[in-house]
């Protein structure tokens, strides 16, 4: 790369998913290609007056294989590029995307620059796809910087469809849409038409000038238990009896509702007793978990259930892979749950 201390220069990380996938001729199944042909079919990159540079993962991947060890390569790669460059824009599959940004969002502490996640609902080579213009605009987002040189946006983003979300507050809602993703409980950081336009108020600010320090162990021994009527003991008791399980998310009904059954109480509070730290998230896409609003809600609390308030299963779920990863005790894990650590939740 060539250095230049005015210059913005971003790096381009392209881990897989559709946006980088083309057509095979003869099978005529998506199949991944490279940065080089990316740059092919979209000359435009070629246009922006700072640098970018490209790395790519040696087989890119489905977003349905993310996994840690994959989100530990992405924190790897950031890690020791981060003194390079201004920021860092990710080409991923849109399945886990929410995912990915959620966990890295925890395993980069201290982060200062931006990290954009984007990809798209049609491959870049098709001629309708969103991948261009989701791309182009994440790279100038991850370049932009304030009037005192420092850059714009400093934290782990989705970009996607004209919205720049907080990476650990979006969902992906829509499988065919291009407008696919969602950040329900907080305010979009930007929002994109002939103006990218910012919320300053919106985007997290560090004055802290902490380092980067960055996390690599995610503790995987979790589950996400999605409550249904007439799910059976059966079922909760084989989850919540799996050997080594550290932490489930509940998903649970409306503002954190469950069945009234002894049984099901049984079950979690025989859990949270052996240590399993157990997370009530509700089911709507919107709004927020209040276990004492209602009788059903208050019982769970009572067998040792943490709120999870107004936190997304993809965040809930990787926070518990992140906390464990650090080896914290049972109790030190269900005070981190309560409280924000990267703008996760609604309360400090
Ligand atoms: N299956 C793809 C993936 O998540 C879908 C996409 O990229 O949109 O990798």
């Known amino acids: ?19 980088g996938m083309i057509e095979n001729p003869v099978t005529g199944a998506l199949e991944n290609f490279s940065f080089e042909q990316l740059k092919k079919h979209v000359p435009e990159l070629q246009k922006f007056n700072f640098y ?20 530990c390569m992405l924190v790897d790669i950031i890690q020791s590029n981060y003194d390079r460059y ?63 040189g ?21 969902t992906k809602l829509n499988a065919e849409d291009f407008n696919a993703f969602r950040s329900y409980n907080y305010p979009d950081l930007a929002t994109v038409g002939i103006h990218i336009r910012y919320n300053l108020n919106a ?6 000038e902490t380092p980067l320090t960055v996390y690599t162990e995610m503790n995987t021994n979790v589950a996400v238990l999605k409550l249904f009527p007439g799910i059976q003991e059966m079922v909760v008791r084989s989850v919540l009896s799996i050997e ?52 059903t809600g208050y019982q769970l609390k009572s067998a040792g259930v943490l709120s999870g308030y107004d936190i997304t299963t993809e965040a809930a779920l990787t926070k518990l892979m992140f906390l464990f990863g ?20 609604s309360m400090e």
Not at 6 to 18: F, K, M, R, W
Not at 203 to 208: F, L
Not at 329 to 344: A, F, K
């Open 203 to 208: 985007i997290h600010y560090d004055n802290t």
């Open 244 to 295: 080594g399980l550290k932490g489930v998310v509940l998903e649970t009904y409306g503002s954190g509702n469950a069945p009234r059954k002894g049984w099901l109480l049984d079950c979690l509070s025989e859990a949270t007793n052996r240590g399993v730290v157990i997370v009530n998230v509700t089911q709507c896409k919107s709004g927020m978990v209040d276990m004492d609003r209602y009788e």
């Open 326 to 345: 650090q080896h914290l005790s049972v109790d030190e894990v269900r005070q981190e749950m309560m409280h924000s650590i990267v703008g996760e939740i």
């Open 86 to 148: 201004t920021g860092f824009v990710v080409l991923h599959g849109t399945d886990t995307m929410a995912f990915t940004a959620s966990a890295l969002s925890f395993m980069l502490h201290g982060l200062s620059k931006p990290v954009i996640l984007t990809g798209s609902q049609l491959p870049i080579g098709v001629i309708r796809t969103d991948g261009k213009e989701n791309l182009l605009t994440s790279l100038e987002i991850a370049a932009a910087s304030r009037p005192d």
């Open 150 to 170: 420092k850059p714009m946006v400093q934290e782990v983003c989705v970009y996607f469809e004209n919205k720049l979300m907080r990476g650990n507050r979006t």
């Open 52 to 71: 970018i540079d490209s790395w790519q993962f040696d087989h890119p991947m489905d977003s349905s294989d993310m996994d840690a060890k994959a989100w």
């Open 1 to 19: 790369m060539k250095t230049n201390t005015a210059t913005p220069s971003i790096l381009l990380v392209y881990t897989g998913g559709t946006i």
